[in-house]
């Protein structure tokens, strides 16, 4: 399963950036979709999540400030993070928790990870 990431970049604190994730393959589902990241030197962290029946939860440093949506008829989802802080740079992946089939075993598939970077 291809799980890939785009909208990361340079942003001003107090700024917004949009994230997006998409899986190419057909598959039969995703849940959760996620996202997550990876500061320099730190482990990288749950940001937030989305299940197949629209609950969502989020890391306490980001609630308030990003929302995690998707779109399970393209297999595609969204990380809208306003309020940006310098503590936000990080590099952020997607994490997608895929079968697919009915009776498929679950697997976890990564993307590569998107940069944000948050400085003025």
């Known amino acids: 399963v291809h799980v890939v990431e785009s909208g990361g970049g340079l942003v001003q604190p107090g700024g917004s950036l949009r994230l997006s994730c998409a899986v190419s393959e057909r598959v039969f589902m995703i849940d959760p979709m996620s996202w997550y990241r990876q500061a320099p030197g730190k482990q990288r962290e749950l940001v937030a999540s989305?299940?197949?029946?629209?609950?969502?939860d989020y890391t306490d440093a980001v609630k308030g400030r990003f929302t995690i949506s998707s779109d399970n008829a393209k297999n595609t989802w969204y990380l809208q993070m306003a309020s940006l802080k310098p503590e936000d740079t990080a590099v952020y992946y997607c994490?997608?928790?895929?079968?697919?089939?009915?009776?498929?075993?679950?697997?976890?598939?990564w993307g590569r990870g998107t940069q944000v970077t948050v400085s003025s």
């Open positions: 994490h997608a928790r895929a079968r697919m089939g009915r009776f498929s075993y679950w697997t976890d598939n």
């Open positions: 989305i299940t197949s029946s629209g609950s969502t």
